[in-house]
């Protein structure tokens, strides 16, 4: 007789976290234009064990929406500003997704659940290979890391549909403009380190990008290989 697997403890707190999403969504219906989230960046959200991405010492709170410390001045996201990040990007099945920031993955293992290919870029070598790690403990295996400087993108698998920043810059780095695809999307925090708003870029046909803020937001600022990061290339 086949064996059932163990109840997950924590599907209903990821349950529970999806529907705190939900409500913040409604809550901020006026600064989104709409007043609900693409279903399937919310099925992600609930599917993805949060926990498996942050600190010991933190998973107590894993599930709060909140942000949380993941170490070297990072933070993993509030869930609903990831949520809302993923929902900006407009994902499709076969997207080819950029991702600069990988933190510890979470937001990788979310775009795994949503689309076809994931490459993620991460300065700091310890939160990558930490990353790496906690990818390849829940078994996923569509998402491809590099250690290095995310200002630059990653040219050798450029262009790309969308491409979302989980850091904050005062310009839009002019390197990942040019490596989002003509019809490509990409959402990204901008201003400074006191004062960002959450932005989206647009990039048409003939390649002209327009821009639109969403909301204000406070991510640590996107770091460059020359300002003391370790920037190895695996």
């Given amino acids: 007789m086949t064996q059932k697997p163990p109840p997950d403890p924590t599907g209903e707190l990821r349950l529970a976290m999806a529907e705190v999403i939900t409500l913040h969504a409604q809550f901020a219906q006026q600064q989104l234009g709409k007043g609900t989230l693409d ?27 909140q942000p949380l410390p993941i170490g070297w001045g ?81 040219p050798e698998h450029a262009p790309f549909d969308k491409i979302v920043v989980a850091a904050g810059s005062e310009l839009i780095p002019p390197m990942l403009l040019q490596q989002l695809k003509p019809g490509g999307r990409m959402v990204l925090p901008t201003g400074t ?23 204000p937001v406070r991510f640590a600022m996107l770091e460059a290989a020359d300002e003391g990061r370790v920037h190895r290339v695996s």
């Fill in 39 to 65: 279903p399937r960046v919310l099925a992600a959200m609930a599917k993805v064990p949060r926990h498996e991405f942050v600190p010991v010492e933190v998973r107590p709170f894993a599930y709060a929406d």
């Fill in 74 to 154: 990072k933070t993993i996201s509030q869930p609903f500003i990831a949520a809302l990040m993923l929902d900006l990007l407009e994902l499709k099945p076969g997207d080819k997704v950029l991702e600069v920031g990988t933190g510890l993955g979470y937001h990788a293992a979310i775009l795994a659940e949503l689309v076809e290919k994931v490459f993620s870029v991460e300065i700091v070598e310890e939160l990558g290979t930490a990353a790496k790690r906690n990818l390849a403990r829940i078994g996923c295996k569509t998402v491809q890391i590099r250690i290095g400087d995310g200002t630059r993108g990653w």
């Fill in 193 to 215: 380190a006191e004062a960002q708003e959450l932005m989206v870029v647009t990039k048409d046909a003939a390649g002209k990008t327009s821009t639109r803020g969403v909301m």
